[in-house]
T-cell receptor
């Protein structure tokens, strides 16, 4: 069965410093993985997706993620945090054959001025 | 460019009342989903419809029913609302392929007193 673990429920960084949000997954298949961002009182917006092409995936707003099969990880990074990056981030793995998506419990990113 | 539209955006109910949450998508997607979001628990799947004419239970279906009215619309019904169903409800849609991301509505904030 597919599963996702987001290793930190809260992350705080200073503006202008790097961001690292960690995600480990478990999948019996070659997975499709996604990162979403949710700003307060909003729906979820796709940041990026991995679907077995390049292992380094670039997304919107300067975010990227690297798929590491040996570590079963799909960590989200950004070189320099901006105040507007403060939000909740979700790592998601798809479940082939059932058309379902499994969500991590989320990481709330706080950006300090 | 509406994407996924949910109505209403906010609702307050009394215990035992019923209501239907509406969701419509204009992207010609085959699959549609209903989630609930509670603090610290990520998104939990209530019901989903892999294609028009089919619906399946997700992780937390008790107390809910769904109708896939046509390809565009997927409604969620609470027959007898309970305080435990106080939550934020999200509708999502996707192509019927697991390497495709979901698109989310802005949510319905439901309080049950």
């Amino acid at each position: 069965a597919q599963s996702v673990t987001q290793l930190d429920s809260h992350v705080s960084v200073s503006e202008g410093t790097p961001v690292l949000l960690r995600c480990n997954y478990s999948s019996s298949y070659s997975p499709s993985l996604f990162w979403y961002v949710q700003h307060p009182n909003k729906g979820l917006q796709l940041l990026l997706k991995y679907t077995s092409a390049a292992t380094l995936v670039k997304g919107i707003n300067g975010f990227e993620a690297e798929f590491k099969k040996s570590e079963t990880s799909f960590h989200l990074t950004k070189p320099s945090a901006h105040m507007s990056d403060a939000a909740e981030y979700f790592c998601v793995v798809s479940d082939p054959g059932t058309y379902k998506y499994i969500f991590g419990t989320g990481t709330r990113l706080k950006v300090l001025a | 460019n509406a994407g996924v539209t949910q109505t209403p955006k906010f609702q307050v109910l009394k215990t035992g009342q019923s209501m239907t949450l509406q969701c419509a998508q204009d992207m010609n997607h085959n699959s549609m989903y209903w989630y609930r979001q509670d603090p610290g628990m990520g998104l939990r799947l209530i019901y989903y419809s892999a294609s028009e004419g089919t619906t399946d239970k997700g992780e937390v279906p008790n107390g809910y029913n769904v109708s896939r009215l046509n390809k565009r619309e997927f409604s969620l019904r609470l027959e007898s609302a309970a305080p435990s169903q106080t939550s934020v409800y999200f509708c999502a849609s996707s192509e019927r392929q697991n390497n495709q991301p979901q698109h989310f509505g802005d949510g319905t904030r439901l309080s049950i007193l």
